[in-house]
């Protein structure tokens, strides 16, 4: 069971939320504040944060920024619809996907099963192969990840799109395919997760001699990790 830290100022929806997501199997808590969000991130008692960007105080994404200073555990925002800002801010941070306010709870439950379907970690899985690509060492059983044998710091989103364009090095990926491996759902119309998930990537792996990107644009398929 899925444990659930939902940080809202909004006590009428945070306890309506709560209630949904006992409904559907997880445990969830309710705190309305960043100051109280951050510290219960830290205490490894939950599983997934979910932070409204705008609360007083501090915000979602001073709440992001403090979390992601000392974990990586996953986090999805929950932005105002349509502001693009805030969004693309909370994924540079390292958010690991976002949902807009208004929301269903229904799509919030899709979303958060998706990031936990990609961050789980049981005793039961089996040991993978090392995937190697050039400079690049990943080790998918265990979410680690070498570049030119120094150890990565990668959200959980970042590591599930390193690992697709990884194991197509040399070959075109399409956008399609990295946010239902990456995001774990379908690719949306005017959606730039992808984008600013990769955009961090590049920034981690540096360049080339020539200055050019390791993971290369291909325009209006998807995106390519260069093959040495």
Known sequence: MAKVLLVDD??????????????????????????????????????????DVMMPGINGIEALRRIRARSRMPVLMLTARGDDVDRVLGLELGADDYVPKPCTPRELVARLRAI?????????????????????????DKRQAEWDGRPMDLTSTEFNLLEA??????????????????????????????????????????SLPDGRSWIQTVRGIGYQLIRE
Not at 18 to 28: D, S, V
Not at 174 to 199: A, C, F
């Open 165 to 206: 364009l990884a194991r197509q090095v040399g070959n075109v990926v399409s956008k399609t395919m990295l946010s239902e491996q990456g995001l774990g759902r379908p690719l949306s119309r005017y959606d730039r997760s992808i984008d600013v998930h990769v955009s961090n990537l590049r920034q981690k792996l540096g």
């Open 116 to 140: 936990l379907r990609r961050t789980a970690q049981t005793a039961s899985i089996v040991e993978q192969s090392t995937v190697l690509a050039g400079r690049l060492r990943l080790w998918p």
């Open 10 to 51: 909004d006590a009428d929806l945070g306890a309506m939320l709560k209630e949904y997501l006992e409904h559907e199997g997880f445990e969830a808590d309710v705190v309305h504040d960043g100051e109280s969000g951050v510290r219960l991130s830290l205490t490894d008692g939950y599983d997934i944060a979910v932070l």
